[in-house]
C-alpha cells in the first residue's frame, strides 16, 4: 500500500509539474532573478516577463535593461538562456547559452571605480555563456558613437579561451 501511494503521489507531482511548472518557474524566475543580478552586478537590472521551459532548463525574456533605463548600459531584446544542469546540481548558476536578436552596450554607464582597469578578466568566467548569438547590436562610446555589428557570436574554446566573430556595416567616403 506504501508504494503504491509513493508512485501515486510521484505521479500526481510529475504531472503538475508538466502541466504548470513553467508558469510557477516563470513567476519566480520574474519575482527573484532581477534583484538577484541587480546585487550580484551593482546596477539596476529590469526584465520583461520570463517566460521558462523547466524542463530544457531554457528562459526568455522580451526585454533586459542594466543600469538606468534612460541611459543604460546594456539593453537587450529576446533574450533567451540555457543553463547546464551540471552546475545547478552543484548549486552554481551558468550559462550554457545565450542569444539575443538586438544587444546594445554601452561600458561608460558600467558602475566604476577609482581603480585601474583590471590586467584580466578572469572574474567574468562564471557569468559568460558557452555560446552567445545575436542578430545585431552595437557598442556605444562614452561620447554616444555607435558602432553596429550583426550577426554575432562568441564560442568558447577547450583551452580556455574564445572565438568572436561579426560583421560591422560601415559608411565610406
Keep these: 500500500m506504501k508504494r503504491l501511494f509513493f508512485v501515486l503521489i510521484l505521479v ?11 508558469r510557477i518557474a516563470g513567476r ?6 532581477g ?5 550580484e552586478l551593482g ?8 517566460q521558462a521551459r523547466l524542463w530544457q532548463l531554457k528562459a526568455r525574456s522580451q526585454k533586459l535593461v542594466m543600469g538606468d533605463p534612460n541611459d543604460p548600459a546594456v539593453v537587450a531584446h529576446e533574450v533567451e538562456v540555457t543553463i547546464p544542469l551540471q552546475a ?17 552596450v554601452r561600458p561608460a554607464r558600467w558602475p566604476s571605480s577609482d581603480d585601474p582597469l583590471p590586467d584580466n578578466y578572469q572574474f567574468l568566467q562564471p ?4 555560446k552567445l ?14 558602432y553596429p555589428i550583426r550577426q554575432g557570436q562568441w564560442q568558447r574554446r577547450a583551452d580556455g579561451g ?7 556595416d560601415r559608411w565610406s567616403g
Design 88 to 104: 545547478l546540481l552543484r548549486g552554481e548558476i551558468r550559462l550554457r547559452t545565450a542569444s539575443a536578436s538586438d544587444l546594445m
Design 127 to 130: 557569468w559568460l555563456p558557452n
Design 12 to 22: 500526481v507531482t510529475v504531472t503538475i509539474l508538466s502541466v504548470g511548472g513553467d
Design 43 to 50: 546596477l539596476p537590472v529590469e526584465l520583461a516577463p520570463i
Design 28 to 33: 519566480i524566475l520574474d519575482r527573484e532573478l
Design 133 to 146: 548569438q545575436l542578430d545585431q547590436g552595437a557598442y556605444v562610446t562614452e561620447a554616444g558613437t555607435r
Design 35 to 39: 534583484p538577484l543580478l541587480t546585487r
Design 162 to 168: 574564445a572565438r568572436v566573430d561579426w560583421l560591422e
